[in-house]
């Protein structure tokens, strides 16, 4: 890109491919977008409905596709995986051990989902939700870490595990279903308001350090 004259710093065209630079909030552009230099990349997606998290997805876009090139040319990941018509809150980083320490199950950093469900949800299912519900082919409970209220068909849900489908299948096990799902946080990092459906942006440094500082839970 240096070769082609497509690299400036500071409205300067790059030519020598050598030239050393301190990295330290150095700020250059290729063929006139401004790029932050980052060592690694920390990032978060409003995923909309109608991608799916994987390279090869099967029949919608991926979500990949709504990153800039030179954020895939870094190869960077998504944190898990949401369903193709889950929105909200998704993260991305190139960082193998961020990812780690975010979605290792030994962690349990918690996962906050506001669900529209079909159907009323009456208290008896708040209540069966955080005290533990049987998923359909799995054996044990699966324990709601919170369950709050929103209005009749609407709870904010909050989940330590991932596993497939959770929260689909926690509904369905108390004989409801999911009409709409989003993400609304993970750990203590909430989706942020002004973030439209679709956009991605760089996690800030209080961000990145909040997901560190989210406390696994006890039990
Ligand atoms: N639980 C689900 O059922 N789907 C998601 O996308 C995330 C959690």
Same mark, same amino acid.
């Given at each position: 890109m240096i070769d082609n004259g497509r690299v400036a710093i500071a409205g300067e065209e790059i030519a020598d491919p050598g030239r050393q630079f301190d990295p330290a909030g150095l700020v250059f552009s290729v063929d006139g977008t401004d790029w932050v230099y980052q060592e690694k990349a920390y990032l978060m997606l409003n995923k909309p409905a109608g991608?799916?998290? $994987?390279?090869? &997805? !099967?029949?919608h876009a991926s979500v990949?596709?709504?990153? &800039?090139p030179p954020l895939n040319g870094r190869q960077v990941q998504s944190l898990g995986r949401l369903d193709e018509d889950t929105t909200g809150l998704l993260l991305f980083s190139d960082d193998g051990q961020f990812i780690h320490r975010i979605i $290792?199950? !030994?962690?349990k950093v918690a996962k906050t989902y506001r669900v529209t469900a079909k159907h009323p949800l009456p208290d008896t299912a708040i209540t069966a939700l955080l005290s533990g519900v049987e998923l359909a082919d799995e054996p044990g409970l699966v324990v709601a870490a919170g369950c709050e209220r929103v209005d009749e068909k609407t709870i904010l849900l909050t989940v330590t595990e991932g596993r497939y489908h959770q929260v689909k299948r926690m509904i369905a096990a108390v004989g409801n279903r999911v009409d709409a799902l989003q993400r609304v946080a993970i750990g203590r990092l909430p989706l942020p308001e002004d973030l439209p459906e679709g956009k991605w942006r760089w996690l800030s440094a209080g961000e990145y350090a909040s997901l560190l500082a989210t406390e696994p839970n006890p039990a």
């Open positions: 991608y799916e998290c $994987s390279h090869q &997805p !099967k029949h990949y596709a709504l990153l &800039p $290792s199950g !030994k962690r």
